[in-house]
């Protein structure tokens, strides 16, 4: 017979896989459609291995890819909230609240803490890890949006100074990165992928 709390591990990890299901506003690179949560969590996992290394502060690789792996299992209930759509983003943390205490409670109590503190630490972004987690959030969907000729930015008419201001806040957690990030911005404007 299977333990209420094994019943409960595994109605969690079914219920992650609609994951799969929420489509965000980035394309994948070979493919003419957009990536869905389950990829983006697995791709910042795999970043974390290959770049915590350019971390401005030391980080517990193993903690930030917890981090990334879940900070966005809560847009099964709140929905992927678009990082440039403003009147969206003024309800995205109350619905995300609501989103966690659901999803994360399924789980048994040692684990349901743990994984509602991952995920505050994320959206609190306080921590060396957190703000390393949150960089890597950023360049991913960068890094595909202008290896695909800046395709989300050029459907929403998003301007270059949005994006900077997106990725800034998080420039001192890697020199190595932001001025990847930099680059990738100043050349999407003067292609002309993003508005000036």
């Given at each position: 017979?299977?333990?209420?709390?094994?019943?409960?591990?595994?109605?969690?990890?079914?219920?992650?896989?609609?994951?799969?299901?929420?489509?965000?506003?980035?394309?994948?690179?070979?493919?003419?459609?957009?990536?869905?949560?389950?990829?983006?969590?697995?791709?910042?996992?795999?970043?974390?291995?290959?770049?915590?290394?350019?971390?401005?502060?030391?980080?517990?690789?193993?903690?930030?890819?917890?981090?990334?792996?879940?900070?966005?299992?809560?847009?099964?209930?709140?929905?992927?909230?678009?990082?440039?759509?403003?009147?969206?983003?003024?309800?995205?943390?109350?619905?995300?609240?609501?989103?966690?205490?659901?999803?994360?409670?399924?789980?048994?109590?040692?684990?349901?803490?743990e994984f509602?503190?991952?995920?505050?630490?994320?959206?609190?972004?306080?921590?060396?890890?957190?703000?390393?987690?949150?960089?890597?959030?950023?360049?991913?969907?960068?890094?595909?949006?202008?290896t695909k000729?800046?395709?989300?930015?050029?459907?929403?008419?998003?301007?270059?100074?949005?994006?900077?201001?997106?990725?800034?806040?998080?420039?001192?957690?890697?020199?190595?990165?932001?001025?990847?990030?930099?680059?990738?911005?100043?050349?999407?404007?003067?292609?002309?992928?993003?508005?000036?």
């Amino acid at each position: 017979m299977v333990s209420e709390r094994l019943k409960k591990q595994l109605d969690f990890m079914l219920e992650l896989d609609k994951m799969k299901n929420l489509y965000r506003q980035t394309y994948v690179l070979h493919e003419d459609r957009k990536e869905n949560d389950a990829e983006h969590s697995w791709h910042l996992a795999i970043m974390t291995m290959l770049l915590s290394e350019y971390s401005a502060e030391p980080v517990d690789a193993l903690h930030v890819m917890k981090m990334v792996l879940i900070h966005d299992v809560v847009e099964i209930d709140a929905g992927d909230t678009y990082c440039y759509d403003a009147e969206g983003n003024k309800s995205k943390a109350e619905r995300e609240e609501k989103a966690a205490q659901r999803i994360f409670g399924m789980l048994p109590d040692d684990q349901k803490k743990e994984f509602y503190e991952l995920w505050r630490e994320f959206e609190d972004s306080e921590t060396a890890d957190a703000r390393f987690a949150a960089l890597i959030d950023r360049l991913q969907p960068l890094m595909l949006n202008y290896t695909k000729g800046g395709i989300s930015w050029k459907e929403h008419d998003i301007k270059m100074e949005q994006v900077m201001a997106r990725n800034s806040e998080y420039f001192s957690s890697s020199e190595a990165l932001a001025e990847v990030i930099t680059e990738l911005i100043n050349d999407a404007a003067e292609k002309g992928w993003l508005k000036k």
